[in-house]
């Protein structure tokens, strides 16, 4: 198969992570929604910055038309994940650590798909590799300041971290090796390995320590 036919697989397979990413995200929103008590409007709202924050976020500052204007299945993604959440919350609760898992698939996968937009869209590879990050993890950052929860982004888990060094090697390959088919296998994997080995392996980023006042 010739390399572009493998890029254009690729960009299918990624399509459906994405979508699953988008649900995933959209669980861990509803979850927090039953966590704080809200009622079906909360879930619908918490699941869908979760599941869109983050690439929203991407298209305005790109000054690109905002992906689900046109792709709106993305909201009734989010809209639906929310409804079936709230009437099986209890279900969905006890399978928490399968959860965990398919977020880093959909971390990973939103990665490389935000890098990849940033770069078609003209952008240098540093504000690439931030775009990957932001749309990978500033969805569940809107949906913890909605909640007045903590925002899991300023926390020492290693996530948004896991998404950073994700975009760097999907830049490496993409920019300075050229070879984009490589660049999103490889961006994601790395996105996907450094966050199943924090799961694993509890890792954190080192933290100050606070100081006293």
């Keep these: 198969m010739q390399p572009w036919g493998i890029a254009v697989h690729l960009l299918d397979f990624l399509r459906v992570l994405d979508y699953f990413g988008t649900v995933v995200f959209a669980i861990s929103g509803a979850l927090v929604a039953a966590r704080k ?95 990957g990050m932001m749309t990978a993890a500033f969805g569940g950052l809107i949906r913890d300041v909605l909640a007045g929860e903590p925002p899991l982004l300023l926390h020492r888990e290693v996530y948004a971290s896991a998404a950073l060094l994700g975009g760097v090697v999907y830049v490496l390959f993409a920019e300075v090796w050229h070879q984009p088919v490589w660049a999103l296998i490889f961006g994601f994997l790395v996105a996907l390995l450094i966050r199943a080995l924090g799961i694993v392996y ?3 980023l080192p933290a100050a320590r606070a100081a006293d006042v």
């Design 202 to 204: 509890h890792w954190h």
């Design 37 to 131: 008590g809200m009622d079906w409007m909360g879930f619908a709202i918490l699941a869908t910055v979760t599941g869109i924050g983050g690439g929203t976020l991407r298209d305005l500052i790109l000054a690109r038309p905002v992906f689900w204007l046109v792709h709106w299945e993305y909201i009734a993604l989010c809209v639906v994940t929310a409804g079936v959440t709230f009437y099986f919350v209890a279900h969905v609760h006890r399978r928490l650590s399968w959860l965990l898992w398919a977020d880093a698939v959909g971390l990973a996968a939103f990665t490389v798909i935000g890098v990849q937009i940033a770069l078609s869209s003209g952008t240098n590879p540093f504000i690439a590799i931030l775009m």
